[in-house]
Structure formats: structure tokens, C-alpha cells
């Protein structure tokens, strides 16, 4: 992950009580041209998630689902 900028995370677990944010990179990241291919490999229904509760887990112990979605790598940390 060294020096990587923007990542493919596999997996998000949301902090609880932010469930209803915005998903901050559904326009920075997806609507580039960098990454707009992204959007159909990630999104079957080319539908870009607008809220954080649309990629990942809100429950602390809930399971977490397959959910592919571009990161900005300062705003990753390891799951304990």
C-alpha cells in the first residue's frame, strides 16, 4: 500500500453513527476518467452508492459482505 494514493478495498466496516454520511469518493474517484471504468466492474446496476450504510457493515460485530468500492489509502485502517 506504500505510495498508493487510491486503493480496492474488499471489505468496509462503517463507524458506528455514520451510517448516513456521504460516501466521499462517489464523485471525487468514479466520476474521473481515471476511474470511471471502475464503475461497472464494482457496480453491476452502474449505480454509484451515495451513503457509507450502501458499501459496508454499520454494526460493529455484524458480518462483513463482498463489497468492492475505491478508497483514498490516508483514510484506511486494519479491521481489528
Do not use: K
Not at 486503493?7 to 466496516?13: L, S
Not at 471504468?37 to 458499501?55: A, K
Not at 460485530?61 to 475505491?70: A, E, F, H, Y
Request: proline share 9%; hydrophobic share 35%; net charge negative.
Amino acid at each position: 500500500m506504500t505510495g498508493a494514493l487510491t486503493a480496492e478495498v474488499y471489505a468496509v466496516r462503517v463507524n458506528p453513527g455514520h451510517g448516513s454520511t456521504r460516501y466521499p469518493f462517489s464523485n471525487l474517484l468514479y466520476q474521473s476518467s481515471y476511474f470511471e471504468h471502475c464503475v461497472g466492474e464494482h457496480f453491476p446496476d452502474l449505480v454509484v452508492p451515495d451513503r457509507m450504510q450502501d458499501i459496508g457493515s454499520c454494526e460493529p460485530s455484524g458480518p462483513l459482505s463482498r463489497q468492492v468500492v475505491l478508497w483514498m489509502s490516508q483514510y484506511m485502517a486494519p479491521i481489528e
